[in-house]
């Protein structure tokens, strides 16, 4: 089966930086994406890395490293509006089916 | 370009009823996910269909709870004979590319 391993909670003040990290344990590893959700909301898809390296949208950066099983989501310049959880997901199987991480709580203090 | 519709947004059933949610997806998007989310859990995987066609059900329960897209009209998650333990949110998300999937705002259920 498939698992997956991230923070439960993170605290950062306004204008820092963060990274969530994310640790898999799957089969027919596909990518790794990742996933905004403010309380009560939908998710909403924020960067996605099939590759190793580094990918770069705006604030946000992802980064994937499949040797390690491992990728981590960086947000740079936080703001308040950031404060919300983050999941990571992987895309495995001839189905790329997504399974979710449990999400990590970021709350961003003025 | 109008987003994914889910309906209803609250549903509130008593136990034993049937409960039915509707998901519409993004216009030309044919991959269908249906996700459900326990309070302060993450999203679990539940079924992945396409038109006519369900692609991967391993995360549906085995009894009382069926998916299908058909050809016309918008994708439903049937629910029968609900139990408290079903009260969760419902996320339908669809896809182009299987690796960016575009959620619904979901179907709130609660089981009385």
């Known amino acids: 089966g498939q698992s997956l391993e991230q923070p439960s909670e993170v605290t950062a003040v306004e204008g820092a930086i963060v990274q969530i990290n994310c640790t898999y344990q799957?089969?027919?590893?596909?990518?790794l994406s990742w996933y905004q959700q403010h309380d009560g909301g939908a998710p909403t898809f924020l960067s996605y890395?099939?590759?190793?390296g580094l990918e770069e949208t705006g604030r946000f950066s992802s980064f994937l490293s499949r040797s390690d099983s491992y990728g981590y989501l960086l947000l740079q310049e936080l703001q308040m509006k950031d404060s919300a959880s983050y999941f990571c997901?992987?895309?495995?199987?001839?189905?790329?089916?997504?399974?979710f991480g449990s999400g990590t709580q970021l709350t961003v203090l003025p | 370009n109008a987003g994914v519709m889910q309906n209803p947004r609250h549903l509130v059933r008593r136990r034993g009823q049937e409960a039915r949610l509707r998901c519409s997806p993004m216009?030309?998007?044919?991959?269908v996910y249906w996700y459900r989310q326990l309070p302060e859990e993450g999203l679990k995987f539940m079924v992945y269909?396409?038109?006519?066609?369900?692609?991967?059900e391993s995360g549906m329960p085995k009894e009382r709870f069926s998916a299908e897209f058909p050809k016309e009209g918008p994708s439903i998650l049937r629910i029968q004979q609900v139990v408290r333990g079903d009260s969760a949110a419902y996320f339908c998300?669809?896809?182009?590319?299987?690796?960016?999937?575009?959620f619904g705002p979901g179907t709130r259920l609660t089981v009385t």
């Open positions: 269909l396409q038109k006519e066609n369900i692609i991967d």
């Open positions: 799957t089969s027919g590893f596909y990518g």
């Open positions: 890395n099939g590759l190793d």
């Open positions: 998300a669809s896809s182009q590319t299987n690796y960016e999937q575009y």
């Open positions: 216009k030309g998007h044919s991959h």
């Open positions: 997901a992987v895309i495995s199987g001839s189905a790329r089916q997504l399974t």
